[in-house]
């Protein structure tokens, strides 16, 4: 009988733990380590696997899926699937499955501390400081959270772990995802509301949805100035998720007051980028998902996700739940 097989086609350069390869053998599948930067490497490599597995790497294209002959599964390890072509693939009878819960409870963290760190002014008053200015005044938080309404944008793994731990700051929170039910968000003591709702009563507006085709600068001019002038706005999903020019005008023109970023539009960025020059404005480069656990967890749920695949169950995070896979899946 033939076996199950794997390519990992896109580690970023991770070494592979030994414990990856021995657990996949004892579930019977073949891994190949392999990784590819053009399509003619894609095609010698990946046409013949049941599973291609990626991490950021973007060799998977719409233009080459044709080259995966047998793949009936694609796994993103990690949250976003920007880089994975979910449309096409479903068409084609391809899952897509990720690892949203790897990095949850960290991405949520830093989400928070964002927050924190815009509306305790934390950032400025650290440089301030270390420039010898020892003054109270000088950058005194004009934000409160207690009482306030917090709006959460996406209410998946992310958007979930966010609402809750914000809900320790005695806070509203209202959120706008329509994939979730309003009684699923009701059962984490969040409100439903319309993503209009949401940015004209929030006071921090967090962002925790996918970068897709319908998400793309999903935040822009109209968006932003539905927003209170003395809102906040956090961002570590996708870059793209808002309209990176609208927002540097909407800082400048005071249409909101803050922002507290993980991610832009490009990255890195250019040195020039006007929001690199602002005090109201704080940026770390891409590391919300980062702990001392990280690595770790990427492998562990990537590892549970194909032992899944490979034994016909469905995975614990698929993106494209509508897909007719080219296998018999059970929920099991």
């Known amino acids: 009988m033939r076996s199950f097989k794997v390519a990992l086609v896109g580690a970023e350069g991770h070494r592979v733990p030994d414990w990856v390869y021995s657990q996949l053998a004892e579930a019977h599948i073949d891994f190949i380590v392999q990784e590819c930067t053009t399509r003619e490497e894609l095609g010698r490599h990946a046409a ?3 599973v291609v597995w990626v991490w950021g790497s973007r060799v ?10 047998r793949c009936g599964a694609i796994l993103r390890s990690g949250s976003g699937t920007d ?6 693939a479903t068409q084609r009878g391809i899952l897509v499955a990720n690892t949203p819960e790897a990095i949850s409870a960290e991405v949520s963290d830093h989400a928070v501390a964002l927050l924190l760190a815009v509306a305790r002014r934390i950032a400025f008053q650290d440089r301030a400081v270390r420039q010898g200015r020892w003054e109270s005044n000088l950058a005194s938080p ?3 959270l207690r009482g306030r309404t917090v709006g959460v944008v996406g209410f998946g793994h992310i958007g979930r772990l966010f609402a809750r731990k914000m809900s ?4 509203t929170i209202l959120a706008f995802d329509p994939a979730v039910a309003a009684g699923r968000m009701a059962e984490h003591g969040v409100q439903c509301a319309s993503l209009d709702e ?3 009563r929030a006071d921090f507006v967090s962002l925790h949805c996918p970068l897709t085709s319908s998400t793309y600068r999903l935040i822009g001019e109209r968006e932003l100035r539905l927003m209170k002038p003395s809102a906040v706005l956090i961002n570590t999903s996708r870059g793209g998720v808002i309209d990176e020019a609208s927002l540097i005008r909407a800082l400048q023109e005071k249409w909101i007051a803050a922002a507290g970023l ?13 929001l690199l020059k602002m005090d109201n404005v704080v940026v770390t480069p891409h590391v919300a998902g980062y702990s001392d656990v990280f690595l770790d967890s990427f492998w562990r749920y990537s590892v549970d996700t194909l032992v899944d695949l490979a034994a016909g169950r469905w995975p614990r995070s698929c993106v494209n739940p509508s897909v007719k896979p080219r296998w018999s899946l059970s929920r099991n």
């Open 168 to 171: 320790g700051f005695d806070v």
């Open 142 to 144: 004009p934000w409160h």
């Open 198 to 200: 949401v940015l004209t």
């Open 83 to 88: 880089n994975v072509p979910v449309h096409e």
């Open 60 to 69: 998977i294209t719409a233009e080459r899926l044709d080259l995966l002959r």
């Open 48 to 50: 013949d696997v049941d």
């Open 262 to 274: 993980d991610v832009l539009e490009q990255e890195p960025p250019n040195p020039e980028n006007p």
